[in-house]
């Protein structure tokens, strides 16, 4: 029996440019676990209607997510992508000059968390987030996000099911407990409107006040 997910895919063309992405993350020996098709359209079109010109990317891989906010940003918009790992940015980089956005994008290499002190100590500020790293900080990264965020930015965090392990209450490993944390923040926090869509492996959505 075909899944929501399968049907809503089947209505979209194949994305010739970010199958070619998906292609090169293979050949690269990295595991891809980029957004999956919904959600890359979803945040063409959440950039896109918020009119966002400062984009904030927790997590490259291989710029198949920068290349789905690219498509929205406004015309002078820039995005900000953290990636710990430098081969990751370079393969971004490389997917997001091949789709013609490798002037608007920018890369810093190293920690997340070390990046976000920086940029509050630069006193930065955006209007889009997208949380997709290492998922034992992204309570943290959260934090960080309201506090790097104009009112009325948008923050988007991906995976937030964990294919199931935050559903399981015999799953209590770090990463599981970190994602919880999240997501009740992301529904609780007083400085949010949000909402959790539960497709795919999970999108949680907050708007800062």
């Not at 994305?15 to 070619?20: A, P, S, T, W």
């Not at 406004?74 to 956005?101: D, F, P, Q, T, V």
């Not at 919880?180 to 949680?204: C, M, Q, V, W």
Request: glycine share 10%.
């Amino acid at each position: 029996m075909t899944t929501p997910e399968q049907y809503s895919e089947e209505l979209y063309a194949e994305d010739e440019q970010l199958n070619r992405v998906k292609q090169s993350i293979l050949d690269s020996g990295i595991r891809d676990v980029s957004i999956v098709p919904g959600y890359g359209r979803l945040l063409t079109l959440l950039v896109k209607s918020s009119g966002a010109k400062a984009v904030l990317e927790i997590g490259a891989l291989g710029g198949y997510s920068g290349i789905c906010m690219a498509r929205g940003l406004a015309e002078g918009g820039r995005l900000l992508s953290l990636e710990l790992k430098e081969e990751n940015a370079a393969l971004a980089r490389s997917n997001m000059e091949a789709a013609g956005y490798g002037e608007i994008v920018d890369y810093r290499v190293g920690p997340a968390l070390e990046s976000l002190v920086e940029l509050e100590r630069q006193g930065e500020r955006f209007d889009f987030f997208f949380i997709d790293a290492d998922k034992e900080n992204y309570p943290a990264y959260l934090e960080y996000a309201i506090k790097l965020a104009v009112p009325g930015a948008i923050i988007a965090g991906d995976n937030t099911l964990l294919r199931g392990r935050t559903l399981n209450p015999d799953k209590n490993g770090p990463s599981v407990l970190a994602m919880r944390k999240f997501n009740e923040k992301i529904a609780r926090d007083e400085r949010l409107l949000s909402t959790f869509l539960p497709a795919y492996d999970g999108l949680a959505l907050a708007l800062v006040k």
